[in-house]
């Protein structure tokens, strides 16, 4: 290690967030074989990878400095696990739970990755190689990939990971919404009459951190902060519209409580078509809610918050996830390069900017932009359902100013991979060699990303969305308490929270009646 290396922790909550961290930690593993190829790389690979060293053999070993929370039934997590320092049945009992999807073998993908046959590189899929039929076999097939462990690179320590024991993964053919439910009330049938109810309630959310929290924080945390000599940060990826974020937020509470000083960036991921599950009504507006109150909860704690949604036809998770991790690994590269690396809390004085000191820091990235047309951004694309329009607001209204001189800019970032830019306002990072980037089985898994852009703004776009979540919130006060089983003191709260974050987008300009909660004339026009 060397002296100035910085260390993070990244802790994946929710199956489709591990899928995100499996794709990053992949990428990373890549970079470990293309690491003297590529310009203005890493000096080591501390950040994101705890090491250990045998000197006598000159010989490295690597795990990923992550922990993953997920549920019951959601992989095949024992062959992800190294055997020499784990027994199989001190793993959480994913078999125990009688079901028609209980047996997980590992995936063909995996098995050819555990016998060092690669699948296609990028490159290779790019121009359109064929492999031999008995290399070939699943390596083409990302729809095949329901879980993280379908296609994980590295071996994990029992500290990686986390499991629920009271949700387990929904994987079946009547409702395939990633969301996960109760224990069947009949074991033997795999029904959707037979499910208790979706991990869509706060509460649920609220007891699980609960049940796990002593293990996740003296088996897990402290396992690898004893394992860094400098810790610097938190990477924390979550679901904010099913119970997962939640708990993400009881999470964060207890960090910035034992670290008050940390960096901690929040990564969200939230379903872009809620209109298309296959839930009731009811349902889908409890997802609509929890991402509203999850978003606005989780800037009390959080250093920046990065939306990674963004529009894709791609039902899949591991090819919706993928593009996504390309994104994260982009960001978290210029905080590992060889020259003229960054921190964190760099990071964020560029983008944060305080208009007014009674009021909180614009903490959310309004815009992630890729090669300047790919957005990501789970609150402006966020599909508002019909039923959910009301008065002068409509969807279609949601839309980029056309003046984009109105747009006022807080903080903007650009990271290029490349090391030859000029301009002293550009982070340079270092590019990925499409050699040695066989995470992606299919070339639309795949961004090429050659500039990214954060940036904190109050584009109407944005700030209509946060104003439209406050109106819905008022005027559907009652039945979201009733619904969501919440106090209407903290729904009051919650209500004042929104109030103040539109407040600190519109550069001090008060458009909203505190008291009152009620929209004023003013307001209802800059929906027009």
Not at 41 to 61: E, G, I, P, Q, W
Not at 107 to 134: C, M, R, V, Y
Not at 464 to 470: D, I, P
């Amino acid at each position: 290690m060397t002296s100035n290396d910085q260390e993070f922790i990244n802790v994946g909550i929710s199956h489709t967030a591990n899928h995100l961290l499996t794709q990053f930690y992949n990428i990373e593993e890549s970079i470990l074989h293309q690491q003297r190829n590529l310009k203005d790389c890493r000096v080591s690979h501390n950040v994101n990878l705890d090491v250990k060293t045998d000197k006598l053999r000159k010989l490295a070993y690597y795990t990923p400095r992550s922990i993953l929370f997920d549920t019951q039934n959601s992989g095949n997590y024992s062959s992800n696990w190294n055997g020499n320092n784990i027994n199989e049945s001190d793993i959480m009992g994913y078999e125990k739970i009688e079901t028609s999807n209980d047996k997980i073998n590992k995936s063909d993908f995996q098995k050819n990755l555990d016998a060092g046959k690669l699948p296609k590189t990028i490159k290779q899929i790019e121009e359109g190689e064929q492999e031999k039929e008995e290399d070939n076999k699943d390596s083409e097939q990302p729809e095949g990939f329901n879980y993280w462990t379908d296609y994980n690179k590295f071996l994990l320590k029992p500290e990686n990971l986390l499991i629920s024991e009271d949700w387990y993964h929904n994987n079946h053919s009547i409702d395939n919404t990633r969301i996960p439910i109760n224990l069947p009330t009949n074991q033997q049938s795999n029904d959707e009459e037979t499910y208790v109810k979706h991990f869509l309630h706060p509460e649920s959310g609220k007891n699980e951190y609960d049940n796990k929290k002593y293990e996740l924080w003296d088996d897990k945390f402290h396992h690898w902060l004893e394992r860094c000599d400098n810790f610097r940060h938190f990477n924390l990826i979550s679901e904010f519209d099913t119970s997962w974020g939640y708990l993400n937020n009881e999470l964060l509470q207890d960090i910035r409580d034992e670290f008050p000083k940390i960096s901690l960036f929040q990564y969200s991921l939230s379903c872009k078509d809620t209109s298309k599950l296959n839930l009731s009504q009811s349902s889908k507006t409890s997802m609509f809610m929890n991402n509203i109150i999850n978003t606005v909860e989780c800037l009390e704690n959080i250093s920046l918050l990065l939306p990674l949604s963004y529009k894709s036809d791609s039902k899949q998770s591991f090819d919706y996830t993928s593009q996504q991790s390309l994104v994260f690994q982009t960001i978290n590269s210029i905080f590992d390069k060889t020259n003229d690396r960054l921190t964190p809390e760099e990071l964020i004085r560029r983008l944060v900017f305080n208009n007014n000191s009674s009021i909180s820091q614009q903490k959310i990235l309004s815009n992630i932009t890729v090669n300047k047309n790919i957005e990501f951004n789970h609150i402006t694309n966020f599909n508002i359902p019909k039923n959910f329009q009301h008065g002068k607001f409509k969807t279609w209204k949601l839309k980029e100013d056309d003046d984009k001189n109105n747009i006022h800019i807080f903080g903007s970032v650009d990271i290029k991979k490349s090391n030859n830019s000029s301009n002293q306002e550009v982070i340079n990072t270092y590019k990925l060699d499409k050699n040695y980037l066989n995470t992606f089985p299919t070339q639309n898994s795949f961004i090429d990303i050659d500039q990214l852009n954060l940036a904190i703004t109050n584009s109407k776009k944005f700030t209509n969305v946060l104003k439209y979540w406050l109106n819905y919130t008022v005027k559907n006060k009652n039945y979201l308490r009733n619904l969501l089983s919440l106090d209407s003191d903290y729904l009051d709260e919650i209500i004042e929270m929104q109030h103040s974050l539109i407040k600190s987008y519109n550069l001090g300009r008060s458009y909203l009646d505190v008291e009152g909660f009620s929209i004023s004339d003013e307001e209802d026009s800059d929906f027009d």
